[in-house]
Nanobody, 125 residues
Framework: QVQLVESGGGLVQAGGSLRVSCAAS????????MGWFRQAPGKEREFVAA????????YYADSVKGRFTISRDNAKNTVYLQMNSLKPEDTAVYYC??????????????????WGQGTQVTVSS
């Protein structure tokens, strides 16, 4: 069982930066690939970024590539999403998720086993 708690969301102006964090409970955090997803009002949940258990592999949605960076600290049981050059269309609830796998990452939400409650990110124009 893994419990995930996101933090760090807030209101930021377009062009600004924000870092959201996801703290995981349990001693097996390093066994999980981690992903970030987001859902805007009236839209389906979409993949944002993922990182393998070791951190060696990362994968990004085209819409955030070059602006967002996913990272993890297994000693702190935490995964981060650094968001730069934010745009109003990045406004959404951001969720972290854990995927029990031995290697690689996946962009499909239904592959993930545990989800956090989400943190709101609002980008004003």
């Amino acid at each position: 069982q893994v419990q995930l708690v996101e933090s760090g969301g807030g209101l930021v102006q377009a062009g600004g930066s924000l870092r959201v964090s996801c703290a995981a409970s349990g001693r097996t955090f390093s066994s999980y690939a981690m992903g970030w997803f987001r859902q805007a009002p009236g839209k389906e949940r979409e993949f944002v970024a993922a990182i393998s258990w070791s951190g060696a592999t990362t994968y990004y949605a085209d819409s955030v590539k070059g602006r967002f960076t996913i990272s993890r600290d297994n000693a702190k049981n935490t995964v981060y999403l650094q968001m730069n050059s934010l745009k109003p269309e990045d406004t959404a609830v951001y969720y972290c998720a854990a995927d029990r796998r031995d290697y690689g990452v996946d962009h499909r939400g239904n592959e993930y086993d545990y989800w956090g409650q989400g943190t709101q990110v609002t980008v004003s124009s």
